[in-house]
């Protein structure tokens, strides 16, 4: 019989990231997880899915307030750690759509309980309950918990993903830019004028410390940080679940690219470049719900 933690870890792991945006702080509470797990009497638990879920929803929510206070003196924007996801996450459009990047992006927006019930109940579909067990709310305080967070994602929640093969369509231009085979001005009819552009250096590689604005500023910043080097290149792959493009230089991985696309055109595009940020890019990742 397989042990209830093994049999839902990629689950509890989906928790965890689309709580904290890291996965390597996913990692240690799924972990840490097992460990409160291990030392429970099992007899005593009547759904271990439902309590598992419950223990890393806890220990991610007081993950999630160390990493607020981090974030404060973090150098320039935060953007979540990128994950090379497999195929089948592609195939379940709700959960891709969850775990994008602009939707992670925009859940840093709620405070740290709206979070924890916002996710658990439109993206995992809990019941108010398991909810409230959870954050230690009672079921009709979830429900008010859930509609502030509803309504302050309302404006920024980004409309449901453009179809994969318009998102990679996107991404196949810019692979063209990094091998060599285009010019980033064959990028304008595929990025929308109000374009904005957020990199994620970590103060450890060369990024913008703030939002650039306007395919003209787009533009340029890219065609400055973007080297002349034969041996840079770039991979279509999942990232997040959508098309998304992995930038390797001599081998190794410098970049990640995503894009939230409306209408056709890209209205924000997401570089991540912190380097501690690219270190568990490599074999895809499965998320479940």
Request: negative net charge.
């Amino acid at each position: 019989m397989t042990d209830p933690w093994v049999e839902h870890r990629d689950l509890l792991f989906t928790v965890a990231y689309e709580m904290l945006g890291s996965a390597a702080d996913a990692e240690d509470v799924v972990q840490e997880t097992w460990v409160r797990w291990r030392e429970v009497d099992r007899a005593e638990v009547r759904d271990p899915r439902a309590y598992l879920v419950r223990i890393t929803t806890r220990l991610a929510l007081n993950q999630l307030r160390t990493l607020a206070r981090r974030r404060e003196s973090y150098v320039g924007p935060w953007l979540p750690e990128p994950l090379v996801t497999t195929p089948d996450v592609a195939e379940d459009a709700e959960l891709a759509d969850a775990v994008s990047l602009a939707m992670l992006f925009v859940l840093d927006r709620l405070a740290p309980v709206e979070r924890a019930v916002f996710v658990l109940r439109e993206v995992f579909g809990l019941e108010y309950a398991e909810i409230a067990a959870a954050v230690d709310r009672s079921p009709e305080a979830v429900r008010q918990v859930l509609i502030r967070a509803r309504r302050r994602l309302q404006e920024e929640r980004p409309p449901p993903a453009a179809r994969a093969a318009e998102t990679a369509d996107v991404m196949r231009r810019f692979q063209a830019v990094t091998s060599g085979r285009a010019e980033l001005q064959d990028l304008l009819d595929v990025i929308s004028p109000d374009v904005v552009l957020l990199t994620d250096g970590g103060g450890a590689v060369k990024a913008a410390l703030q939002p650039i604005r306007g395919i003209e500023k787009v533009l340029r910043f890219l065609q400055a940080v973007t080297p002349d080097d034969p041996t840079m290149a770039g991979d279509l792959v999942l990232v997040n679940g959508l098309p998304g493009l992995l930038v390797r230089q001599s081998g190794e991985v410098t970049l990640t690219v995503s894009a939230r696309i409306e209408d056709g055109v890209v209205t924000e595009l997401y570089l991540v470049r912190n380097p501690a940020k690219l270190e568990r890019v490599g074999e895809p990742v499965r998320l479940r719900r």
